[in-house]
């Protein structure tokens, strides 16, 4: 090169790189020679050579610079440059710099992106052009960065890019750049991403969306915003736009850009009523249309298979649904179900749910029911909470037979109907009879049309000509008088007696108070004659027995006595009944009437030979508010039946109608007092001094006089109050010196035993009577077995005190009966004839008449027996509402009689049941009993509550029998509780005197006939033997 000398400003150092700049002018650099001299660069800078060109040069010729092969000299010479703020602001936005595969035209570096290759989706970004064999040093990219080249696109370029493209057609649209652009952007829209917090494009169509054709149920493609589509791909079933799930991640896509997971509930509420609508216009249209039946069925089942995805999407969203938010629902048809007229929709309180088949199993004829008179679905958890119920409840079944009962009985059947008015009969669902439930003609009636007299007393006969029709409670009569009955064709209802009860609650009629009835007494009547004496007579006998509140199972009119007293008795020649019913009338021949007498009196006309049953009736009518024929029997057998049989058959008739005892010589003694057995609080003495002495036939002195110091205890003289057939020396003999009041107890017991074995008094010369010879009776053995312990080898049970004395006993004295001294009642008289009974306690002379200081004895006894029994009844309490928990308990020293086991025991199973909540939630049946599951292992509360729940209706049955129970016995419902135990034989326990019901035992003798006489009969005898447990607790 050619050398000169020139000033240092215009010289550059001798090692700069001014090769970029060739071509523009000539650049002189200061000579090599003396850098080996010793000058330094930094002396030569300091002299004021320079390093780089000047600036204003640079920017002179900058656009006329080719840099597109190799930006990086200018780059580097740029990086050495000192450069100004002003000439950086200049570099940036000069045009200068040149983009990959671009000849065309040079860029500014904001224009340019540095390589990458995550941006080349995106056709609108320029790369600046670098060579590809040569790598970037970090102080270039920086040096480029500062310049202003990018490394990513700003937002609005790829929001304008996706837009554009997203809309094109779907033929023209590049799904795989858009899919990746979108995953480009999401994940810069992240966590400390490019982006975050920059994006509010919530209304641009951008979004690859799929949603289903409610119609046609295809699939249908679409471009949505992040604000009208959702990325859970299952609301797409209710129509909804979803994200494509062909993209990688719609979740990510979707929180990132804001996009709501479902729609709000109110949304989806809105959507449920508008596939309503477009379902009924739809078949609305083909129905217009004249589709074919199979063309129906097919849109049919598109409907239900489309409400079968709504439903299931739906139910998982239940718990963002608010109670309030459905009661737009409540009465609004959303529920389609198939109907015999093709597809019908339903509100939630119009359909049921389908139970599983091993539910139906178990649950019998209740669940026929249901699922003839309603459509039922399959369960849902949405479908639930807005009010779609396992079964109907008995007040739902109830008002839709009130609705539409011919709907009813005819989808019913005639049995089934029947049975759901056993049901409603059973737990009448409402709490008063409403004027609507009179006139509502939802009851049955049967009429007996061509009615056969040969076929009388065939009741499958009669019954198969009966035809059955639906009326209101007044048109329907309740058949108490069968022979008015079959005058006229009527409307009766059937003929059980929970049905009736509840006809006649409803308002039906007896048949004998529509009958009307009316007499006309035939030629000559006469009073006085023979036949009139004999039978007037016989009513005055019997009269106390008539008019007895305890023997009479109706109750009188308010009159009776006066009528009685002031009966006339006529014979008359003939007399003919005139019965009448609505238009209808019939003459028949009778034997007895009653009328009233122009003095206004009431008299009986009879006939000669006329029917004791007739007058039986006529009485009844004439004393009862209301007389059934067997009230006309129970009369009948009254005025017919002898004394003695009376007696026999248990009817009070010594103390009713007094019949004269025959004449016994009795020594004229003082009255004896009859003691008060009532008065636990009167000392012995006193009740010794209280005492009359008595004499016996061979004149010696009663023991409370001869001995008054032998220690008795006062126990001879409750005794003898109690069994006055026997003598005081005896009773003495048994107790022995100081008795004990087990000793007492003890001898109670025997006495009651040879009273039971009619025995009692064949030591005794002054009982003897009329074929009650003492001698002519053998003297039964006396055995160690207790009374008890015969009940066990199947003697019959009789009315009266038996066993029972060592309790009375106990309770004279004050003290608690012990276990041993408990006995029972026998049913076989002093002649081993079983049915006819005697009353405990009586003595073998009572058959012939006891004098008055027995009886009253006896009264008092059986007064105090029976308020014992009723004051151990008012003992027991309350069921434990939170269960009960007890170990196996053994009963040592059991009473003599008992049946012990191995080891001279008696095992009291332990318990341990917890409450069920059950479908009310408040752990009570329909009717307040409490309900209860055995929980003694985790397999049996498993189990426990398993059947429970799926059996409640046997529940509420059970509760009802048992209500009624506790209604009898005076109890509250409180009391009593009912439990499911799948293990042990414990039918029922006495848990402090609170009575515990298992439901198994129910379940399985009694769950299809629990309105039965012989399930009322089963339980009311466990009742029983529960409540004698206030009493005992050993059996």
């Not at 330094?40 to 780089?52: C, E, H, I, N, Y």
């Not at 002031?566 to 009328?595: G, H, P, W």
């Not at 008065?679 to 209280?690: A, D, G, I, T």
């Not at 107890?745 to 064949?762: F, I, R, Y």
Request: aromatic residues 8%.
């Amino acid at each position: 090169s050619n050398t000169k000398t020139a000033v240092p400003n215009e010289l550059y150092l001798p090692d700069i790189d001014l090769s970029a700049f060739s071509g523009l002018q000539t650049f002189y650099k200061a000579s090599k020679r003396l850098k080996k001299e010793g000058v330094s660069d930094a002396f030569l800078l300091a002299m004021g050579v320079r390093k780089t060109i000047k600036i204003e040069f640079l920017f002179l010729h900058l656009d006329t610079l080719n840099w597109n092969e190799n930006p990086k000299p200018l780059i580097k010479y740029l990086i050495d440059a000192d450069l100004s703020q002003q000439d950086l602001l200049k570099l940036r936005s000069t045009r200068y710099l040149p983009a990959a595969n671009d000849r065309t035209t040079v860029y500014a570096p904001s224009q340019l992106y540095l390589k990458d290759k995550d941006l080349n989706i995106f056709p609108f970004v320029k790369f600046l052009q670098w060579p590809s064999n040569e790598g970037m040093s970090t102080a270039a990219r920086n040096f480029l960065l500062k310049l202003g080249v990018r490394t990513e696109p700003p937002l609005s370029d790829i929001m304008g890019y996706l837009e554009k493209e997203s809309a094109k057609s779907v033929d023209a649209r590049d799904d795989g750049a858009l899919t990746a652009a979108l995953q480009y952007l999401t994940q810069r829209l992240g966590p400390k991403g490019t982006y975050v917090n920059q994006f509010r494009h919530a209304k641009v169509d951008f979004l690859p969306c799929i949603r289903q054709n409610l119609e046609t149920g295809e699939v249908v493609k679409d471009i949505k915003s992040p604000s009208t589509c959702y990325f859970n791909p299952t609301a797409m079933v209710m129509g909804f736009n979803v994200l494509d799930p062909m993209l990688s991640d719609t979740e990510q896509i979707g929180v990132r850009m804001n996009i709501n997971r479902d729609p709000s509930c109110q949304v989806l509420l809105r959507r449920l009523l508008q596939l309503v609508d477009i379902s009924t216009a739809r078949l609305d249209q083909l129905e217009r249309q004249g589709t074919g039946i199979e063309a129906k069925e097919k849109n049919i089942e598109k409907i239900l298979t489309l409400f079968e995805g709504v439903f299931l999407y739906l139910s998982s969203r239940t718990s963002d649904f608010q109670k309030r938010q459905l009661s737009e629902l409540a009465k609004k048809p959303f529920i389609p179900c198939k109907c015999r007229s093709g597809l019908q929709f339903y509100t939630a309180d119009q359909v049921f749910f389908l139970k599983r088949q091993s539910e139906g199993a178990v649950n019998g004829d209740g669940d026929s029911i249901a699922e003839l008179l309603f459509q039922q679905v399959e369960y849902s958890a949405f479908l639930s909470f807005a009010g779609v119920k396992t079964e109907p409840s008995l007040e739902e079944l109830f008002a839709l037979m009130m609705e539409k009962p011919d709907e009813v009985l005819d989808s019913l059947g005639e049995p089934k109907y029947k049975m759901l008015l056993r049901r409603i009969a059973a737990n009448p669902p409402f709490k008063r009879i409403t004027a609507d439930i009179r006139s509502s003609p939802f009851l049955l009636g049967y009429l007996i049309v061509d009615e056969d007299e040969s076929e009388e007393g065939d009741e499958t006969k009669a019954r198969s000509k009966a035809q059955y029709l639906l009326a209101k409670a007044d048109d329907i009569h309740i058949v108490d008088n069968a022979f008015l009955r079959r005058q006229f064709p009527m409307l009766i209802s059937p003929m059980e007696q929970t049905l009736e009860e509840f006809y006649r609650r409803i308002g039906s009629k007896y048949v004998s108070e529509v009958v009307k009835k009316d007499f006309e007494v035939m030629g000559n009547t006469h009073r006085g004659t023979p036949l009139a004496n004999s039978c007037a007579d016989r009513i005055k006998e019997r009269r106390p027995l008539l008019l007895s509140p305890s023997i009479t199972s109706r109750p009188l009119v308010s009159n009776a006595s006066s009528i009685l007293d002031n009966l006339e008795i006529f014979q008359a020649d003939s007399i003919r009944a005139i019965y009448s019913f609505e238009r209808s009338s019939k003459m028949i021949n009778v034997t007895c009437c009653s009328k009233v007498t122009k003095r206004k009196s009431i008299a009986i006309f009879i006939t000669n030979n006329f029917e004791i049953f007739d007058l039986g009736n006529t009485i009844g009518d004439l004393i009862l508010q209301h007389c059934e024929l067997k009230d006309a029997f129970f009369l009948t057998s009254l005025l017919e039946a002898s004394i003695g049989t009376l007696r026999n058959r248990g009817f009070p008739v010594d103390r009713i109608v007094k019949p004269q005892p025959p004449a016994v010589e009795v020594k004229a003694e003082p009255r004896k007092q009859t003691p008060d057995i009532t008065n636990s609080q009167k000392s012995p003495e006193k009740s010794r001094q209280s005492s009359v002495n008595g004499t016996v036939k061979d004149g010696s002195v009663d023991a409370a006089s001869s001995n008054p110091t032998q220690p008795s205890g006062g126990f001879d003289t409750i005794l003898k109050s109690m069994y006055p057939q026997y003598d005081t020396n005896k009773i003495r003999e048994m107790l022995g010196p100081n008795p004990s009041k087990e000793k007492a107890a003890e001898v109670a017991n025997e006495l009651a035993e040879e009273v039971n074995k009619g025995v009692a008094g064949s030591e005794h010369e002054n009982t003897k009577g009329p074929g009650n010879d003492a001698e002519s009776m053998p003297r039964a053995k006396k055995e160690k077995k207790s009374v008890l312990g015969k009940m066990r080898e199947g003697l019959n049970p009789v009315r009266g005190l038996g066993g029972k004395m060592p309790q009375m006993l106990n309770k004279r004295i004050g003290g608690s009966c012990p276990p041993q001294g408990v006995g029972a009642d026998v049913g076989v008289d002093g002649q081993g004839n079983n049915g006819e009974s005697q009353r405990v306690g009586r003595g073998v002379g009572a058959g012939q008449g006891d004098d008055a200081e027995s009886k009253g004895q006896e009264d008092a006894v059986q007064k105090s027996l029976e308020a014992m029994l009723q004051q151990s009844v008012e003992s027991s309490r309350s069921v434990n509402s939170a269960g009960v928990t007890s170990q196996e308990t053994l009963l040592q020293n059991l009473p003599e009689g008992i049946d012990c086991n191995s080891n001279g025991c008696e095992v009291v199973p332990a318990q341990n049941i917890r409450p069920f909540k059950g479908p009310y939630g408040n752990y009570n049946s329909r009717n307040g009993i409490r309900v209860m599951a055995a929980v003694t292992s985790t397999s049996t509360a498993n189990e426990a509550f398993g059947f429970l729940s799926n059996n409640f209706d046997a529940v509420d049955n059970f509760s009802v029998v048992i209500g009624h129970l506790v209604q009898i016995f005076k109890l509250k419902i409180s009391s009593v509780a009912i439990y499911y135990d799948p293990n042990g034989n414990t039918i029922a326990f006495n848990s402090n005197k609170a009575f515990h019901f298992n439901l198994r035992f129910f379940h399985s003798l009694h769950r299809h006939d629990w309105n039965s006489k012989g399930c009322y009969s089963y339980w009311f005898t466990v009742f029983c033997h529960e409540l004698a447990h206030n009493l005992v607790s050993a059996h």
